[in-house]
C-alpha cells in the first residue's frame, strides 16, 4: 500500500533520521543479543558510570512528592529562569534580562525553534561540517543548507577565512563550541575573528537596510572543557554580539542528565519573543519536577562545582586513556592518529584504512571501516559522515559517557590485534 506516503507532506516526506541513533540502536541491540561489543557510538552516559548528581535525583523526587505535576509555565519556571540568570552572570560574564531566558526539554526544542524562529522558507542557513544534525535542521526549517567543511588542520572548526565567501548570502550562522564531534574548542584569536566577520557583515547590511545576520551558538558542552581550555562566547568576546546571538543550553551533558530534559535558549528580547510563542504551541517544556530540581542544583555553586570536577577527572581520563593508546599504537607504525581531547565527551580518532586490504577485499569507505572495528576489534564508533563530512577518511567519533576506563584498556590491545591482519 502506498497510500501513506502521499498523505505525507513534503517536509515529512523527506525527513532523514539521525544516523548516529541508527547506529546506536544497532549496537544496542548486539549488546541485547549476548555480544560484547564497547559502545562508544551514542553522545550519553551509562547512569551507573556516569550518575546525575545526588542532589539533582533528590530535587526532583522531592518535587514530584510536594506534587509539581501539573503544567509548568510555558517560558519555564519563573525561579529557573532566575537560576539561568545569575548562572550566566557568575559563570560567563553575560547578563541578560528574564524576558531573554527561556526553559524548553532539553536543547534539541531550543535549536528547533531558534531556526524556525529566525529563518523563512529558502533562507540560507550557514553552517560547518562535521557538526550535529545541522543538515536535519535545515531540513526542518525548509531552508537552504550551505555546509562549510572544517578539516583536522583546525581541530574540525571553521574559520573566518572558510566561512567569510559564504557570509553575504546567509541569514543563520550556525556554530557549535565546545564541538560535537571533534572534542575540541574554540581557541580566543580564532571566535575574535568569526566574531569580527558577523559585526562587518551587520553593519555593512545596517547601512543597506537588509535584515541582520544571526547566530546561533550552541554551548551545551560548555562546562565540559579540560585543563587550560576555557570556554568563549561571541557576546563575551565583544558585548556588540549581543542583538545577533543566540544561545542554546541545557544540563544534559554537564551534568549527565540527557534523560531529564531541562534546556535553555537566552537570547535578544525581540527573538525570545516570538520565540516564546512558537515553543509555546509546540509544548515542548521541561518537566516541572526537573525544573524545580535545577533551580535547586543551579543555586549550589560548591555541589555543582563538585560534581563537575569529578565528572570531569572521570571522562578526560577516558579521553586521555584513548588518545595515548592511538599515540602509541601510530609510534609503532599502525595507521591510526587522534586529536587531543580538550573538551566534550568526544575524541576524533582517524583509522586510516582506506585502500588498505583485509582479508584480500581492499577497504573503500568509512562504513567498512565502523564494520571492521565492531567486527574485528569489538568496538564501535560513529563515523563522521554522520556528521554531515563526505569524504571517506577514516576520521570517527568515539565517545566515552558509556564505557569504563578498565573497558578502554581493553580496547587499544584488541585493536593492535586487528590492524595487524590489514595488508
Ligand atoms: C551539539 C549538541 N547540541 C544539542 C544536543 C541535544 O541536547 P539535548 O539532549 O539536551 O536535546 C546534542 C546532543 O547530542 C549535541 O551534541
Redesign the pocket.
Known amino acids: 500500500m502506498n497510500a501513506p506516503v502521499r498523505s505525507l507532506s513534503r517536509m515529512s516526506a523527506g525527513i532523514v533520521g539521525s544516523e548516529?541513533l541508527k547506529i546506536a540502536a544497532e549496537i544496542r541491540a548486539k549488546i541485547a543479543q549476548g555480544e560484547n561489543v564497547l559502545n562508544l557510538t551514542?553522545?550519553?552516559f551509562r547512569p551507573d558510570l556516569f550518575p546525575i548528581p545526588e542532589s539533582l535525583r533528590r530535587g526532583v523526587v522531592a518535587a514530584l512528592e510536594a506534587g509539581e505535576t501539573n503544567y509548568p509555565p510555558s517560558d519555564g519556571l519563573l525561579d529557573l529562569r532566575k537560576a539561568v540568570q545569575r548562572f550566566y552572570a557568575e559563570r560567563l560574564g553575560l547578563e541578560y534580562p528574564i524576558s531573554g531566558i527561556i526553559i524548553a526539554?532539553?536543547?534539541?526544542?531550543?535549536?528547533y525553534t531558534a531556526f524556525r524562529t529566525l529563518l523563512d522558507e529558502g533562507d540560507t542557513l550557514l553552517y560547518p561540517v562535521p557538526?550535529?544534525?545541522n543538515n536535519h535542521y535545515t531540513w526542518l526549517s525548509g531552508a537552504k543548507g550551505v555546509a562549510v567543511e572544517a578539516g583536522p588542520e583546525t581541530h574540525f572548526l571553521p574559520t573566518a577565512e572558510s566561512l567569510r565567501p559564504h557570509i553575504g548570502e546567509a541569514r543563520v550562522l550556525t556554530l557549535?563550541s565546545p564541538?560535537?564531534?571533534a572534542g575540541t574548542a574554540y581557541s580566543e584569536p580564532e571566535l575574535e575573528k568569526i566574531v569580527a566577520l558577523v559585526l562587518d557583515e551587520n553593519g555593512r547590511r545596517d547601512s543597506a537596510g537588509r535584515p541582520p545576520l544571526m547566530l546561533v551558538y550552541?554551548q551545551?558542552?560548555w562546562m565540559l572543557t579540560f585543563g587550560l581550555v576555557r570556554h568563549l562566547t561571541p557576546v563575551g568576546i565583544d558585548p556588540r554580539m549581543r542583538p545577533y546571538t543566540v544561545f542554546?543550553d541545557?544540563?544534559?551533558?554537564s551534568f549527565a542528565a540527557?534523560g531529564l530534559?531541562?534546556?535553555w535558549c537566552v537570547g535578544p528580547d525581540e527573538v525570545m519573543g516570538p520565540f516564546s510563542s512558537l515553543l509555546g504551541h509546540i509544548g515542548a517544556w521541561a518537566p516541572r519536577a526537573e525544573q524545580a530540581a535545577t533551580v535547586s542544583f543551579l543555586q549550589d555553586a560548591e555541589t555543582v562545582d563538585r560534581f563537575l570536577a569529578g565528572m570531569k577527572g572521570e571522562i578526560v581520563g577516558r579521553l586521555e586513556l584513548l588518545h595515548e593508546g592511538f599515540g602509541q599504537l601510530k609510534q609503532d607504525g599502525y595507521p591510526v592518529d587522534s586529536i587531543p581531547p580538550q573538551s566534550?565527551i568526544y575524541l576524533s580518532v582517524r583509522f586510516d584504512l582506506i585502500g588498505k586490504s583485509l582479508n584480500g577485499n581492499t577497504i573503500n569507505t568509512n562504513e567498512e571501516i565502523r564494520r571492521f572495528l565492531l567486527e574485528q576489534a569489538g568496538f564501535a564508533a560513529v563515523p563522521f559522515q554522520a556528521f554531515g563530512l563526505k569524504a571517506e577518511s577514516g576520521w570517527f567519533r568515539l565517545s566515552v559517557g558509556a564505557v569504563s576506563q578498565a573497558d578502554i584498556r581493553t580496547l587499544v590491545p584488541a585493536l593492535r590485534r586487528a590492524l595487524d591482519a590489514i595488508g
Open positions: 548516529i551514542v553522545g550519553d526539554s532539553g536543547v534539541r526544542p531550543t535549536l557538526s550535529w544534525n557549535n564541538l560535537n564531534p550552541d551545551v558542552y542554546n541545557g544540563i544534559s551533558k540527557t530534559r531541562v534546556g566534550t
